[in-house]
């Protein structure tokens, strides 16, 4: 029996088609795996829409979080973290209401297994044929930018250091020290290192020390140390003075007074209290180290051998040392507003001495490090002339050009994309137009003359005869 | 054309069996669309949300740790001064100088700004010390030292003939012994030593600084000696 246009349910055989995928599917979700379910739900466009959702609520509360309490605080706590606690201001401040989310590191690492599952996925799920593969290219490749893009983030985050370095004019130096990052060193100076043997400090990193509140003690040791050392009360923002009658706090007729932390991280001078326990028995000694410091606390031992140990702002090496010859500070005629700051300095290398000159907009590169003029000042002599010194912002990102690159090829495979969209479009514009133009005559009907309207194309055809076809 | 229906055990429509339906459409229909992308958007939720709390909690630090990390100190450093003391680290010393190359910090004693050792054992002694008021005058101080140097006093009248030294920007009485050092308390004295002082009077407070050792030592260690004086300043560090 010849099927009858008119006998055909379109709507009913959508229906029955469509209820009969779902059934298909759901029969197909039955049977797989777990490990399949838990990839279907992390490549899928739901997870993402539920990870954006969250970083925007997660940016949201932390750029308002940041005026308060300061950019690097805020960055730690919301966006370095796996998870934290906002608390929510209530009312006039009468009421916190703490609220648990998962913090921005933990989210843009979901997000990453996220979008490459979903790459992946989509990637192995498409026809594999050449024009298949064309039509997808460019979307593949702004795809891939942008984990890259989210790589470039991770590896910034683990393994930038940035920092300062100051120097006066004659100055020279090769390393910089960090804005935020503090450690405790501990060094000998006496006896000095053995010819051939390079001089070095131990270093504690605040990660290990900055949990440690009022009376809490953490007790450090190594092998080639004579001595044991117990640091305990960690004071974030503090200044030294000459200890009153009766303080809690007084270590050799000086206390550390706390203070409030300041907006700007790189502010706050901290304070440890620091006990070193001879391994011989000899007296330990007791003292304040402070982060404001002009020189380090010292360790004289029994056996002539003299340490120091101090609290201070991490610091990294250079491959490569600058000196500042001259700062020139311009300003523009009759104002105190700055038109330019330009540093002359000399890069010293194992190549020789190299003419070099900072300023605005025009870093030193080298070697992977960036070296920018970030500030200047002065200090004042004793003779009441002024001594110049100029501040420059080093940077090290193995990344640094990575951003850049994922921008210039997300365009280029959007680009491609459009284009490849565009011509498929107007391919397929095209061959409908013909189609439509050479439509084919009917028996005997002759061809059609341009001046005739042309003919009903909405009628249906005539209906065979009877029986035929059956 | 006939087409089959497949019913339920509730007269529902369902699909046919060979079209591999694991489980008939639930009783009353099916659910709709909008439905499912919300239980999916929930169920991502709280996978997400489990992710999260799942996340390895901070265990705590253990109380003993072992210092594993190093930093090669640049032949570029400038050497740290060795002895400060505590008011000196925080900046609240009320004055600030250069040990001389050789010379060694101590202390710090009582009554005493600023305590030196130099020599090869250590013999010789140089420090900065300070009185209120004019510390009980020139005449005074200068027989005590002398009386420490085995030396007879001298009268109000013989200060006039004596030397004086720049310190902190003004003239400062010079005195230079030399004797048996017998240093205040000691129950014997040195031979053959020799002193140079100095005694900056004021109306609030007396300079007091002294060198004393071998005088052979004395002599030699003199240059640094008044390096030393040169590199003195006072200075106000506004805290209590």
Redo the contacts between chains.
């Keep these: 029996?010849t099927?009858e246009p008119k006998?055909v349910n379109l709507a009913g055989a959508g229906e029955s088609v469509g209820?009969?995928m779902?059934?298909?599917k759901?029969?197909r979700r039955?049977?797989k795996s777990l490990a399949a379910k838990v990839l279907d739900?992390?490549s899928?466009y739901?997870?993402a829409?539920?990870?954006l959702f969250?970083l925007m609520i997660v940016t949201f509360f932390g750029t308002l979080e940041q005026v308060e309490h300061g950019l690097y605080d805020t960055q730690r706590k919301y966006f370095d973290s796996?998870?934290l606690v906002h608390e929510l201001k209530i009312g006039p401040g009468w009421m916190v209401l703490p609220i648990p989310?998962?913090g921005a590191y933990?989210l843009m690492g979901?997000l990453f297994v996220n979008m490459s599952l979903g790459l992946a996925r989509r990637m192995f799920k498409q026809p594999r044929t050449v024009g298949a593969f064309v039509s997808r290219s460019g979307l593949i490749i702004a795809h891939g930018s942008i984990l890259f893009m989210l790589v470039a983030g991770f590896v910034s985050y683990h393994f930038k250091t940035e920092g300062n370095m100051a120097l006066f004019e004659g100055q020279?130096?090769?390393?910089y020290q960090s804005y935020h990052n503090r450690v405790v060193?501990?060094?000998q100076?006496?006896p000095q290192p053995a010819e051939g043997e390079?001089?070095?400090?131990?270093?504690?990193?605040q990660?290990?020390f900055e949990?440690l509140g009022r009376g809490q003690?953490?007790?450090?040791?190594?092998p080639d140390?004579p001595f044991e050392l117990q640091l305990g009360d960690y004071v974030r923002n503090s200044m030294?003075?000459?200890a009153e009658q009766g303080s809690s706090r007084a270590?050799?007729?000086?206390e550390i007074r706390e203070r409030p932390l300041e907006t700007e991280s790189e502010r706050n001078l901290d304070a440890l209290r620091v006990r070193a326990v001879p391994h011989d028995g000899g007296q330990s000694v007791e003292?304040?180290v402070?982060g404001?410091?002009?020189?380090?606390?010292?360790l004289?031992l029994a056996d002539g051998s003299?340490y120091?140990l101090?609290l201070t702002r991490r610091?990294w090496?250079l491959p490569f040392?600058v000196r500042l010859d001259e700062f020139i500070h311009g300003r523009h005629p009759g104002t105190n507003i700055a038109r330019e700051f330009i540093s002359h300095v000399t890069q010293i290398d194992a190549t020789g001495e190299h003419a070099r000159i900072i300023q605005m907009n025009e870093p030193l590169r080298d070697s992977g490090f960036v070296l920018y003029q970030a500030s200047f000042g002065s200090e004042q002599l004793?003779s009441g002339t002024e001594r110049p010194y100029s501040v420059f912002a080093v940077v090290r990102n193995p990344s640094d050009q990575w951003p850049l690159w994922a921008c210039i090829a997300v365009a280029v495979g959007l680009l491609m994309h459009f284009c490849v969209r565009l011509w498929l479009h107007l391919a397929k514009s095209m061959k409908g137009h013909g189609r439509r133009g050479g439509r084919r005559p009917k028996a005997g009907a002759g061809p059609v003359r341009s001046d005739e309207p042309a003919p009903d194309q909405s009628a249906s055809p005539e209906p065979a005869t009877a029986g035929a076809g059956r | 054309m006939n087409t089959t229906h497949h019913l339920n055990h509730t007269g529902c429509e369902t699909a046919p069996p060979h079209m591999g339906a694991a489980r008939p459409a639930p009783v009353g229909g099916r659910r709709r669309p909008q439905a499912a992308r919300s239980l999916t958007v929930a169920r991502a939720a709280l996978a997400l949300a489990g992710l999260a709390l799942l996340a390895p909690a901070c265990s705590d630090p253990p109380d003993r740790v072992m210092i594993e990390e190093t930093r090669t100190i640049s032949p570029r450093e400038p050497q740290p001064k060795i002895n400060a003391y505590d008011g000196e680290r925080f900046g609240l010393h009320p004055m600030s100088w250069t040990v001389p190359q050789g010379w060694r910090q101590v202390g710090p004693a009582p009554m005493r700004f600023v305590d030196m050792r130099f020599g090869p054992e250590g013999e010789g002694e140089a420090f900065v010390s300070a009185l209120t008021g004019d510390g009980g005058g020139l005449l005074a101080n200068v027989n005590r030292w002398r009386a420490e140097m085995d030396q007879e006093p001298i009268q109000e009248a013989d200060l006039e003939g004596m030397g004086t030294m720049n310190f902190l920007g003004g003239p400062a009485l010079l005195v230079e012994l030399e004797g048996d050092y017998r240093p205040v308390g000691a129950t014997s004295a040195r031979e053959n030593h020799r002193l140079v002082g100095l005694i900056q009077p004021s109306t609030e407070l007396t300079f007091f600084v002294k060198m004393t050792g071998p005088a052979d030592l004395v002599e030699q260690e003199r240059e640094r000696f008044e390096q030393f004086l040169r590199s003195v300043r006072v200075r106000s560090t506004g805290q209590s």
Excluded at chain 1, 172 to 175: C, G, T
Excluded at chain 1, 199 to 204: E, R, S, T
Excluded at chain 1, 251 to 254: I, K, M, R, V
Aim: no cysteine; hydrophobic share 45%.
């Design positions: 029996m099927m006998d209820r009969e779902r059934q298909l759901r029969g039955a049977d739900v992390m899928s739901a997870v829409i539920v990870i969250l796996v998870w989310m998962p933990l979901l020279v130096s090769d390393q060193e501990v060094r100076v006496h390079e001089p070095f400090a131990w270093v504690i990193d990660e290990w949990d003690n953490r007790t450090f040791h190594h140390l030294p003075a000459r270590l050799g007729g000086f003292h304040w402070w404001g410091s002009i020189h380090p606390l010292t004289n003299v120091t101090e610091r090496q040392s004793a």
